[in-house]
C-alpha cells in the first residue's frame, strides 16, 4: 500500500532525497551510490532517508515511478480521451521519458526495475481506458488486452528512440494507428484464423 504524504515538510524532505539521488545518478553508475551519498547530498541523517525509502532500490522505483506519472500525465486531463488518444499520449510520453532516463539503463538490474515499474503503470492506465469507456467488459479480457498495448507501445517507443529519431514521433505513429487500434485483418476486412 502506498503511502499519501500531506506534511509540506515530509514532501520536500522526500524531493530532497529524490533529487540528490537524481544528481548523484547523473555523475555516477547506479551500483556505486550508497545511501551514505544520497544523505550526505541531501544533508539528512540516515533515519531520515530510511523514513521514506526502504532502500536505494525503493528510491529508483519511486523515482521512476514519479518521473513517469509526470511524463504521462494521462489521469490529470479534464475531459476522458479516447482509447486512441490515450495511446498517442502514451507513446508521445514514452518516448521523452525513455530519452530522461537513458543514464539509468546501464545496467541490467535497474532496466529491470525500470522496466516492471512502466509495465505496471501503463497497464493500469490502458486497463482503467478500456473499462471506462466500456470497450471490454470482461475483466480478463481486458487485463490481457491492457497488456498487448502495453507491450506494443513500450516496443514502438523503444523502437522509434532507437532507428526513427529523425522523424517527427507524430509521423511515426499515425500510420500505425489504425492497425493497431482495429487490427491488420480487420483493416483488409479480413479475419484471421
Do not use: W
Not at 529524490?18 to 541523517?45: G, H, P, Q, R, Y
Not at 532502500?55 to 490529470?76: A, H, I, P, R, T
Amino acid at each position: 500500500m502506498k503511502q499519501v504524504y500531506t506534511d509540506p515538510r515530509v514532501l520536500r524532505t522526500r524531493k530532497l532525497i529524490m533529487d540528490s539521488f537524481i544528481a548523484l545518478s547523473n555523475k555516477k553508475d547506479f551500483n556505486d551510490i550508497s545511501v551514505k551519498d544520497i544523505t550526505e547530498d541531501a544533508m539528512i541523517n540516515r533515519a531520515t532517508f530510511y523514513n521514506h525509502f526502504l532502500d536505494k532500490y525503493d528510491l529508483l522505483e519511486q523515482v521512476v515511478s514519479e518521473k513517469l506519472s509526470l511524463n504521462l500525465n494521462c489521469s490529470s486531463k479534464e475531459q476522458e480521451m479516447t482509447l486512441e488518444e490515450t495511446f498517442k499520449q502514451i507513446f508521445f510520453s514514452l518516448v521523452n521519458f525513455e530519452q530522461s532516463i537513458e543514464r539509468h539503463r546501464e545496467r541490467q538490474e535497474e532496466t529491470e526495475t525500470i522496466d516492471s515499474i512502466v509495465q505496471l503503470e501503463l497497464n493500469n492506465i490502458f486497463q482503467e481506458a478500456l473499462t471506462s469507456q466500456e470497450l471490454i467488459t470482461d475483466p480478463l479480457l481486458s487485463f490481457k488486452l491492457a497488456s498487448l498495448l502495453t507491450h506494443t507501445v513500450t516496443g514502438l517507443s523503444s523502437d522509434y528512440n532507437r532507428f526513427h529519431k529523425k522523424e517527427q514521433p507524430e509521423e511515426y505513429i499515425r500510420p500505425l494507428l489504425p492497425y493497431i487500434l482495429n487490427g491488420i485483418a480487420q483493416k483488409n476486412s479480413r479475419t484471421l484464423s
